[in-house]
């Protein structure tokens, strides 16, 4: 049935409605809307005969299977999307005039693309690597598209690079492998003599790279960008966007388990969450910059290899983006989405940062051969809410119908409709910059300090990341076969932290050389004289970023979390409904994981139905494991190498684990040293067991091993 006007959430899905399409009670048609009576055989010259030409509909039906196919996106092909709206706490007009960031009552809608970087469409969610964190807005003014990632900084200073980098961390060109990892060669020879990626480095060995959920991680605008108020005083911004359920990951060795047992695994949260009413939140920070304090830091603002850190320019929260409406359409909405840096309000603009002027070519360039025609903006997800009316005209796949005699602009026949919107009435005016300089193909000196920052991360972090960064890179160069990729690496990460290499060239079975080849530059053009090239370290202002560890991160909630209760016949009923009343209170949900589907008969007579067989669950899909005690079925549980494995497993990656009764044997068949293990709770104490799940991880185990 047909939506009322006022039933729909927002102009966004109003405006998607009637593009939408629901088979329910409707008869099978044919592309132009002939019924189908036969969809089971083709039109033969007799029953055993040969099929026709003339057969149109199968013709047609086969035709548009052969062309469904559409080229993924060169980076960031795997992803997920979702609608959702944003919200401004209090107005931004001293700082930029964007109609969004200035009326607290409105509600923008909003589509995000979650995704990753080097896989391919059909990869797993869990690969070591960047997240994309796109958001398109459909403003009052136009579509605003704000295209960054779960980490702050990039690989490269210059877009000429992203071709090189990308062609190094794709699956190498003669075999195609490795699919959708960093982990060989060409990748680490790459950044083998890059020194400028050495503090992106930090942050893709760390764990921010394997998160625990899309809702579960920060997003950044990485470049620095200009807002403009109404007066036309500029100022630079720096996104950032802060989930409310704090930045989470899962262990590595985790990771690579998900991706057997559920390479959907963050698709799936994220569907999940927004079907079970769990809507994802994040906050929208800035850190604003006035313009006179352009050249105040030791880093250049224009270099995407530098962070502001929090304690020098703290991150002011000013409105929040929830997501609470999955699509309705794979590919019309998540596939067909294009972004584009490029996609600018009145009261944002760019920086000349390196790296985002060569973007502004590549995102609309891309959609050509994506999407197939410069009429991508009509692909309904794409469409603005502002009314959009120009001379562009024709093309593949043309859907607007313009009305009128001229297609030029000025005009007197057509009354010189459309015509062009002073300032007051809402025209884009782009930020009037002085450049003072010759044309030249080179970098700033300013851009030349490769390794201060990646101290500063690697210095920030807790014992616990710090190693698990080092274990990363000991999994990560294991894997490259070539000796002086990994001997060139360790000597880069010396000029990082000295223990940081020693402890991976430990476990690369190599030595750090005495006198690391000195690394180059690699902005350095053929004739340029390296002297003048090397890379130079300049102090930070800060030492030590809180904000830049997950240690610090938010560990009071329980929310979302997904916890295992493992039971078998004869369980003990009371253990189960009170924690899990307790749990599902706190927003936690849980799952009951058997050594069989159907009913499982508790010591007490009632039963319950097993959610997941000890077949279809693995502890990797969950937050914590539960076992509520049960003489019988602590027997059964104790004889089944699955349920021995969940327990441990569940251990090993430092989740918390929680027994009430006979659960305890479980334990100790497990190997789980009970007493005194971090965020093991026995006796099945529910509050005990809520703030050990709020804590997400204890990675002080892993010493322990
Ligand atoms: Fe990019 C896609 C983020 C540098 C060229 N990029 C893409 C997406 C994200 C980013 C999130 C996926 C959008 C979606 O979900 O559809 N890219 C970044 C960030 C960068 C960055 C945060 C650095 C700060 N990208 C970058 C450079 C270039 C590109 C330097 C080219 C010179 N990116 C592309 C692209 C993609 C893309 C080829 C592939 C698909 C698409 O644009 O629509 O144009």
Redesign the pocket.
Known sequence: MAKKKNEFPDKKAEQLAPHTEDGADQFLTTDQGVRINDNQNSLKAGERGPSLLEDFIMREKITHFDHERIPE?????R?A?AHGYFQVYSPMAEYTKAGFLNDPARRTPVFV???T?AGSRGSTDLARD?????VKFYTEEGNYDL???N?P??F?Q??????D??HAVKPEPHHEMPQAASAHDTFWDFISIMPESMHMIMWVMSDRAIPRSYRMMEG????TFRWINAAGKGCFVKFHWKPLLGVHSVAWEEAQQISGKDPDFHRRDLWNAIESGNFPEYELGVQLIPEEDEHKYPFDLLD?TKIIPEEIIPVQRIGKMVLDRNPDNFFAE?EQ?????GHLVPGIDFTN?P??Q??L???????LS?LGSPNFHEIPINRPVAPVHNNQRDGHMRQTINRGGTAYEPNTVSAGCPFQAKMADGGFHSYTERIDGQKIRGRSKSFFDHFSQATLFYHSQSPAEQRHIINALRFELGKVTNTDIRIRMVGLLSQVDNGLAAAVAEGLGVTVPAKPEQPVNRSIPADGDPARYQPQTVRQPVDKSDALSMAHTVKDTIRTRQIAFLIADGVDSSAITAMKDALLKAGAQVQLVAPRLGAIKAASGSSFEADQSLLTAASVLFDAVYVPGGADSIAVLQQHPDAIRFVNEAYRHCKPVAVAGDGLQLLRATMVPPEEAPGVVISGQVKAFIAAIAQHRFWERELAK
Not at 361 to 367: I, K, R
């Open positions: 996106r060169i980076v960031h092909a992803g999307g693309r979650f995704s970087v960047v997240r994309g964190f796109a295209v960054g990632n980490m900084v990039f490269i210059d877009a000429v690079k992203f071709p980098f990308v950044f605008g990485v470049h995407p998540t989405v294009a972004f584009h840096p940062d790296l985002l060569g973007r070519f590549s995102y609309l360039d891309t959609q994506r």
